[in-house]
């Protein structure tokens, strides 16, 4: 029997949003499905839910983290997000921290931790994989949070002038960033290093 928390889910893969929708059913009420997570606020306007668990890549190329940020700047702890990914991102654990969102989860877990993610969230607490990263390869596993933030820029076709002004850094220290980057990952150019970045996966351009 499901209980009276509602809960609203974003996922873009019919299947999957269906299968998330009869397990997460069977503990709570699910008042609402969407496949795109730009539709987040007007959902949150129309059901009040209590949380959202939401994928990070939905349709028409809308962030879970992005639309996810705008709840919680709206409703803060009223109401409670948790974003969720099948792509090993680099990125995406620490721009959901940045965001304020209550929770970061990789889609290949249990039904059960699903379940016992969302009862931890629901009961206040924050939950993030701390130091986990999912299927990256090891040269990437050193990078800072600053470091990770410029290569994600730079795969997202934006000019180290842009990334500069991004940051509110100088060129010289970007350039410094840079080649701290190719020093720890062993590539010996930046374009290598951001084609085997997209190729991969582990960096989602413009997301």
Do not use: W
Request: proline letters at 2%.
């Amino acid at each position: 029997m499901s209980c009276s928390k509602k809960i609203v889910i974003v996922e873009d893969q019919i299947i999957l949003n269906e299968m998330l929708k009869n397990t997460i059913s069977n503990t709570y009420n699910v008042v609402a499905t969407s496949d795109d997570a730009s539709e987040l606020i007007k959902l949150c306007d129309l059901y009040k839910p209590d949380l959202i668990l939401t994928d990070i890549c939905t349709k028409n190329n809308s962030s879970g983290i992005i639309n996810g940020k705008k709840v919680k700047d709206k409703y803060g702890n009223k109401i409670k997000v948790l974003a969720m990914t099948g792509v090993p991102d680099i990125t995406f654990l620490n721009e959901t921290k940045n965001a304020n969102l209550d929770g970061f989860i990789y889609k290949n877990i249990s039904s059960e931790s699903l379940i016992n993610s969302i009862e931890q969230i629901l009961n206040g607490y924050k939950l993030f994989p701390d130091n986990v990263i999912y299927n990256t390869a090891d040269c990437l596993k050193n990078l800072t949070n600053k470091e990770l933030e410029i290569l994600k820029l730079l795969c997202s076709g934006n000019s180290r002038e842009e990334i500069a002004d991004c940051l509110n850094i100088a060129i010289g220290t970007l350039k410094n960033h840079i080649s701290s980057i190719l020093n720890k990952t062993g590539f010996d150019n930046i374009s290598k290093l951001l084609v085997f970045c997209i190729g991969n996966g582990y960096i989602v351009p413009n997301m």
